[in-house]
């Protein structure tokens, strides 16, 4: 694949960054829009490849998605016709539309990219068959399979084990108001990773006026009943915030992501602390979220339990292979099953560049050593590139690996992080 060059930081970065919409948040409100009692619109949705397979995902079960606008506007529509599902590498897709699928009254078939196949999917298979939903897999527990919908779900109460990923839980919750029994989901295994995704599924149900009882640990219940159809504003994605946060960290500079929530679900809100404990200054201004670079350019390193932050894990190794003291990143063995195994890729392309990696089952240590050019390989992953562009900014002669693939979350990256330098 081609090699982008990534940019050096050769001076201090001062500048301001606008952030695309939150795809996590993008794709839930086009599920509950879909899924809705009549139109609505998602503003500033996040336009990706993840989020228009989504649009394309509700538009063959028989939704309206219209993607035309900066604004999309949704209209619910009969779910009625049979229909192949693209669920590319998302995991949204292929976890959140076939609990929606079980609401058709014909066969709805799901497939993905190649990696696609080999992510687990037999948690969400097998809580549907629970509920009564027919469902084809050959008895894989993974893409491709058919979902065989009855026009309805009986739904009620199902035992899963989440401790691979929230989104097997999301996905039960986000249809589970147009079941007939609606949804009672409780989690039995290790501790479920990424609950503030949970929290967000959770506040997305309740701005649609759908009623959830969350008070007990491990349980979510879904009462049945009607979906409001009620318009939606994205956020600015966090996640995606952190390579041009810890760019003023690299370069000693000072970089502002406008229009930062003061109040959010998103894990990527957990930056303003992680960075300040790396030893940058981070301060909440009218405009955003500002951090600002130790003026000796040192970085502190971090030891830290991601587990409710995985998606963060890439960029910030990268942030510690650059610290001057060492780190352990820990809690995150369910990165090895997200769009490549995370953990084992990091301490691969960071340790062919000169960190000095351990890698453990749910976590890596991180040794500062002499770091060096070369190519880093991002294995189709977004978050990799993420890590990449960090070490580069800081590191001359990294050669990033299909920069391109950061359009899952953010179309036009490599274009906005070299306008910085």
Request: glycine share 10%; proline share 6%.
């Amino acid at each position: 694949m081609e090699l982008w060059p990534a940019p050096v930081a050769s001076a201090p970065v001062r500048a301001a960054v606008a952030l695309p919409g939150s795809k996590s948040l993008t794709n839930r409100a086009l599920v509950l829009a879909a899924l809705a009692e009549g139109p609505s619109v998602v503003r500033r949705a996040l336009r990706s490849r993840d989020t228009e397979l989504m649009a394309a995902a509700l538009t063959a079960l028989g939704s309206t998605v219209d993607t035309s606008g900066a604004d999309w506007r949704v209209t619910p529509g009969p779910f009625d016709a049979a229909a192949e599902i693209d669920c590319g590498l998302a995991g949204t897709v292929m976890r959140f539309v076939p609990p929606v699928a079980a609401l058709s009254s014909a066969a709805i078939g799901f497939d993905g990219d190649e990696h696609a196949r080999t992510r687990p999917m037999a948690q969400v298979i097998d809580a549907l068959r629970g509920l009564g939903v027919r469902i084809d897999d050959d008895d894989r527990g993974t893409l491709p399979f058919t979902v065989h919908g009855s026009g309805s779900v009986r739904g009620g109460a199902v035992i899963i084990d989440a401790s691979a990923s929230s989104q097997f839980i999301s996905a039960l919750l986000l249809a589970g108001a147009r079941y007939d029994e609606g949804v009672d989901v409780r989690h039995d295994g290790k501790p479920v990773p990424s609950l503030p995704h949970l929290d967000m599924t959770v506040a997305c149900l309740r701005a649609h006026g759908v009623q959830v009882d969350d008070s007990d640990a491990n349980r979510w219940h879904v009462l049945p009943g009607p979906i409001a159809a009620t318009d939606m504003t994205i956020e600015p994605d966090l996640s995606n915030a952190a390579p041009f946060l810890m760019l003023a960290m690299t370069s000693g500079g000072t970089v502002t992501v406008l229009d930062w929530p003061e109040t959010t679900t998103q894990a990527g809100d957990a930056l303003r602390d992680l960075l300040t404990r790396m030893g940058a200054t981070v301060e909440p201004t009218a405009a955003g979220l500002c951090v600002t670079g130790s003026g000796t350019g040192a970085i502190e390193g971090l030891d830290v339990d991601l587990h409710d932050l995985g998606e963060l894990t890439p960029a910030l190794a990268a942030l510690c292979a650059l610290a001057e003291t060492p780190s352990h990143l820990r809690g995150i063995g369910h990165i090895r099953g997200h769009e490549t195994d995370r953990l084992a890729a990091l301490a691969t392309e960071l340790g062919r560049l000169g960190a000095e990696v351990v890698e453990h089952p749910d976590g890596l240590e991180i040794r500062p050593g002499i770091l060096h050019g070369g190519t880093f390989h991002t294995y189709g992953d977004h978050r990799m590139a993420h890590a990449a562009v960090v070490l580069g900014s800081a590191v001359p002669g990294i050669l990033v690996e299909d920069v391109a693939t950061t359009a899952k979350t953010f179309p036009g990256f490599a274009d906005a992080w070299a306008r910085l330098f």
